[in-house]
């Protein structure tokens, strides 16, 4: 009895011990990561004001494998909200507060459902031209006596490994000029492989009276490409607009995805409505590669972020010029599967 009355009194005095001990313990704290990554400014924010994307490089996102998420809004713009649920790591969420864009993010994080948010941001700052200094930072209460757990445990550390985590995640990633020439090279000679050996009667050959031909789809091609570009040279004379980044509703991805998407259907313009006039595939790719060799030159000559700093409206809304260069290459994409229909078609000249 007396046993268990000593180990009582024990247990309570260090309780009480590490209650005075919390008293002078802060209640607030504050942890950090900072890095360079060899990664353009504008990529690297890109990245990092996608709040999805700490799942690739985050700490608490690797503990548990099994953590549930559910998404409110937009990623990437003001009021997304991005909540889980892990018996690992607990509960919590972070909500998007502020974008200043190619500068910093500000995120309320609400740790283990607390009502009130740490307040969370990153920053990035090109500190070359293919350089970026980017930090991630966090600083919040804890309300006493739970202030005791910074006595053992430093949140320091997760946010040092999370931007280390980034720098490997982002420069192992392709960068979006080298994505955009592979991409073009790719519907280059997808297309040149879909015509090779056509002869004149196959390329006039028309399925219907309203379809088109497969000269036709060539002479579109160059025409589209030829007449955004332009468009494209033009923006670029206007002044950055970086404060629409945030009325960019689709990805990158997104718009090649919708670009290639055969089973929707979309009227050409008079003026890029074509009258067949290739009558050779040796011709049409000749005129595609001499045009494409300017876009080749702009894309390798102009800055990331001079591409993602302007944006324009476009058919699917607010763009990057980036985005209006996939679109075009996409496009290319589009009519080669189109000219794949046209050849399987029981008519088509042997």
Same mark, same amino acid.
């Given at each position: 009895?007396?046993?268990? %009355? ?25 942890a950090e ?7 353009? #400014? ?10 999805? #994307? ?5 700490v ?5 494998? #099994? ?8 990623d ?6 991005? +909540? ?11 909500v ?13 994080l609400?740790?283990?459902? &607390?009502a ?6 990153f ?11 980017? &930090?991630?930072v966090?600083?919040? %209460? ?17 946010f ?10 982002l ?7 080298a ?5 073009y ?40 490409e ?11 004379? +206007?002044?950055? #607009?970086?404060?629409?980044?945030q009325?960019?509703?689709? &990805?990158?991805?997104?718009?090649i ?13 008079? =003026?890029?409505?074509a +009258?067949?006039?290739?009558n ?12 494409r060799?300017?876009?080749y ?9 001079d591409?993602?700093n302007r ?27 189109? =000219?794949e ?10």
């Open positions: 009895m007396k046993f268990l %009355k000593y180990t009582l009194f024990t247990v309570l005095g260090i309780i009480v011990l590490l209650l005075i001990v919390a008293l002078f313990v802060p209640k607030t704290f504050h990561g900072t890095t360079v990554i060899n990664k353009p #400014n504008a990529e690297v924010f890109n990245y990092v004001k996608h709040v999805k #994307n700490q799942e690739n490089f985050g608490w996102f690797k503990m548990d494998p #099994n953590i549930k998420v559910t998404e409110e809004g937009t990437g713009t003001v009021g997304y909200k991005y +909540k889980w649920t892990s018996d690992e790591v607990g509960n919590g969420s972070q998007i507060t502020g974008i200043e864009e190619n500068q910093r993010v500000t995120i309320d609400f740790l283990m459902d &607390s009130e948010p740490a307040k969370s941001y920053t990035t700052e090109a500190v070359g031209d293919n350089q970026t200094k980017v &930090s991630w966090v600083n919040g %209460k804890t309300p006493y006596p739970f202030n005791l757990i910074s006595l053992c445990y430093d949140m320091n550390k997760d040092e490994q999370g931007v280390q985590n980034l720098k490997v995640v420069e192992a990633q392709e960068s979006p000029s994505f955009a020439l592979d991409y090279d790719k519907t280059f000679n997808t297309l040149k492989e879909s015509i090779s050996g056509l002869t004149n009667e196959q390329l006039h050959f028309k399925p219907s009276n309203e379809a088109w031909s497969i000269s036709q789809c060539l002479e579109h091609i160059i025409l589209t030829n007449m955004i570009f332009k468009m494209i040279k033009e923006n670029m004379e +206007k002044p950055v #607009n970086p404060e629409r980044r009325e960019i509703k689709f &990805s990158d991805s997104e718009i995805a919708m670009a290639t998407d055969r089973s929707k259907k979309y009227k050409a313009p008079e =003026i890029l409505i +009258k067949g006039k290739y050779a595939p040796e011709t049409a790719m000749n005129d595609l590669k001499t045009q060799e300017e876009i030159s702009f894309i390798k000559n102009t800055s990331t972020d591409l993602r944006v324009n409206d476009s058919p699917a809304g607010a763009t990057d010029v980036y985005q209006s260069l996939l679109f075009l290459a996409a496009h290319t994409a589009r009519h080669t599967l189109q =000219i229909e046209i050849k399987t078609n029981t008519d088509f000249p042997k």
